[in-house]
Every structure is written in C-alpha cells, then in structure tokens.
C-alpha cells in the first residue's frame, strides 16, 4: 500500500511538472526511477495511464482519474500538515531539562525562568540531581552537566566555569590549624562525592600542580549535603563558591592554591534539530554572563512560587 502511494504521487508529479525529467527534478531522483515508479502503478492498476513518447505525456481517461485521486491525497497531506504547524504553533512546548540541584542555588536557574518567561509557549519540566541524568533513556531535551565531558553521542556545548573553593568548618581549624601546602591535607578528613573521584587538584602560579588522594570518612550524592557536613566539623569539601554562606562556621583554606575550574555544559541529543526552543535556550545560556552569584534558598523558594502565580501550569521541578 505504501509503496502504491509513493508510486501515486511520483505520478502526480509527472503530470504536474509535464515530463518525467521534470518531475525527477522536483524530486531528486533520477529520470530511471521516476518511469520505474509510473509503470509499476500502471503495472499494479492494470491500466495506461500516459500516452507517451519522446516529445510528450498526456493522460489516458484512466490517467486523468487516476491524477483526480492522486491530487485529493496531496491536498489532504497538505491539509493535515497545516493543521499540525498551525497547532504547534499555538500550543505549549515541554521543555525538559536535567542540571546539578547545585545550581538551583546560582544565577542559572534565574536565567532558565528568564527564557521561559519570554516564551509563553514553552512549559518547563526541570530535574535537579548532582547525579548524571540518562539523557537519552529519561527523554531529556538539554541537560547541565559538571565536569569535563567524556566521548559520547551527546552534542556539547561549554556554557560557563565554575569556581570552586577548599572549605573548613572553625572547629576543624581548631584542631588542625591552618595548612600551609597542599601536603598537609593527607591528614585531614574529607566528604567524598559519589559523582567524583576521591582526589583534589591544585595549582600554584608558581609552584605548578600538586594533588591530594584522600579515603572519605563519609561519601554523598549531594554536592549541597557534602557542604552542610563540613560546616557540621565533619570533613573538608570543595563546594562552588557561590553556594557558601557568611553564616555558616566555614572559612576557605589555601587561597594561593586554587582549585581549577569545573567547566558546566549543555548537552542534548546529537540529532536534535539545530533551531527552536532548544538551540536558543543553549545560546541565551552561552551568551549571557557566566558569573553565577549566591542565592539563598529561602529567596530562591519565594522567587519561584512567585514565578508560578505569574505562569501557572508552565513550571514543574523534581529533585
């Protein structure tokens, strides 16, 4: 049946362009195939449907019902392909996106609900986990993601660094003191990250590379946690920058020796499609300014319910 209807309107198009070099232009296809196509529907019909030779095609009385038939079918294909655009472009788009429960605390998520506000036909489905999403297998059209990115299928784009900072609760410094040299954090316990290796590297402007191997005396999921235990005294940690709180009992150690920056990526499907919501959304991403200042959950809570007053149905979040 498929196969008569391809037939079908490689003849209608014969007919409509008057050759079969024309219509194999049209299509891009050869000449072969376009006079293969016709003679198997006249072969399948049983019926003539051209009267042809080297100088011109007309239409058999079966041909001319032949066309009638092929022209209803073109016009309802074209009918119903309207309809479609017509409705696409009036409905919500879902907008499903993965990134670090991190950044809900940075500038990011602010500018996610930014793109989304200038679009009223986007609804925003947001998955907040440190944990690498499945991007393929959990249907996600654009995730965030830390750290350098491994060979895969995911098209990546880099979208910003971020800054990172060796942190110590007060009654930690108590006991230890202040280290002076990477060196003297092997004694040192530390929260270890499910999603990273249990290695720290630093670099000196003059003093080059040095890295610290560590056993955890304790391993979350949760960048946001492993922060709340070194401010409990329980270990050292390296949360971004923008996550400490001048309330918390933590000061940053090594100052002179920084952590290097963890590159955040927008990823997606290699065959998603170069335009629409998506394409924007990772150039408004890249485009904007990448430094991504604190916010404080309790401002971040009210922000968002205010955010959904204004869009209802538009914004989903799960963590």
């Known amino acids: 049946m498929l196969k008569d209807i391809r037939y079908l309107l490689v003849f209608a198009k014969v007919v409509e362009s008057g050759s079969f070099r024309g219509a194999s232009s049209?299509?891009?296809?050869?000449?072969?195939?376009?006079?293969?196509?016709?003679?198997?529907?006249?072969?399948?019909?049983?019926?003539?449907?051209?009267?042809?030779?080297?100088?011109?095609?007309?239409?058999?009385?079966?041909?001319?019902?032949?066309?009638?038939?092929?022209?209803?079918?073109?016009?309802?294909?074209?009918?119903?392909?309207?309809?479609?655009?017509?409705?696409?472009?009036?409905?919500?788009?879902?907008?499903?996106?993965?990134?670090?429960?991190?950044?809900?605390?940075?500038?990011?998520?602010?500018?996610?609900?930014?793109?989304?506000?200038?679009?009223?036909?986007?609804?925003l489905q947001l998955q907040c986990s440190d944990q690498h999403e499945d991007v393929i297998g959990g249907g996600f059209d654009l995730a965030i993601r830390l750290g350098n990115m491994p060979d895969s299928n995911l098209k990546a784009r880099k979208i910003f660094e971020l800054e990172r900072v060796l942190i110590a609760s007060g009654d930690m410094l108590d006991r230890y003191g202040f280290?002076?040299?990477?060196?003297?954090?092997?004694?040192?316990?530390?929260?270890?990250?499910?999603?990273?290796?249990?290695?720290?590297?630093?670099?000196?402007?003059?003093?080059?590379?040095?890295?610290?191997?560590?056993?955890?005396?304790?391993?979350?999921?949760?960048?946001?946690?492993?922060?709340?235990?070194?401010?409990?005294?329980?270990?050292?940690?390296?949360?971004?920058?923008?996550?400490?709180?001048?309330?918390?009992?933590?000061?940053?150690?090594?100052?002179?020796?920084?952590?290097?920056n963890l590159p955040a990526y927008a990823v997606r499907p290699s065959n998603g499609v170069s335009e629409g919501p998506i394409q924007k959304l990772i150039d408004y991403l890249a485009d904007s300014d990448t430094q991504l200042a604190a916010c404080h959950p309790r401002d971040l809570t009210q922000k968002l319910a205010a955010e959904a007053v204004d869009c209802p149905g538009r914004f989903s979040i799960a963590r």
């Not at 290695?199 to 492993?226: I, K, M, N, W």
């Not at 971004?240 to 920084?258: G, K, M, N, Y």
Request: glycine share 6%; aromatic share 8%.
């Open 179 to 260: 280290p002076g040299h990477p060196r003297d954090l092997a004694v040192w316990p530390w929260i270890g990250l499910t999603m990273r290796p249990n290695h720290r590297q630093f670099l000196h402007r003059q003093q080059g590379e040095y890295e610290v191997s560590y056993t955890p005396v304790a391993t979350v999921d949760s960048v946001e946690a492993a922060y709340r235990l070194t401010s409990c005294g329980l270990g050292l940690s390296a949360p971004p920058r923008f996550l400490i709180s001048a309330q918390d009992d933590v000061q940053e150690l090594l100052p002179d020796w920084p952590l290097p």
């Open 26 to 123: 049209e299509l891009d296809i050869s000449v072969a195939s376009v006079s293969s196509y016709v003679a198997r529907l006249e072969e399948s019909l049983g019926v003539a449907l051209l009267y042809r030779n080297t100088r011109k095609l007309s239409l058999t009385e079966d041909g001319e019902k032949i066309y009638k038939t092929a022209q209803n079918i073109l016009d309802l294909y074209a009918d119903g392909l309207g309809e479609y655009k017509a409705r696409e472009e009036c409905s919500i788009s879902r907008l499903k996106i993965a990134i670090p429960a991190v950044l809900i605390h940075s500038r990011l998520l602010s500018k996610i609900v930014g793109f989304v506000r200038r679009d009223l036909g986007i609804h």
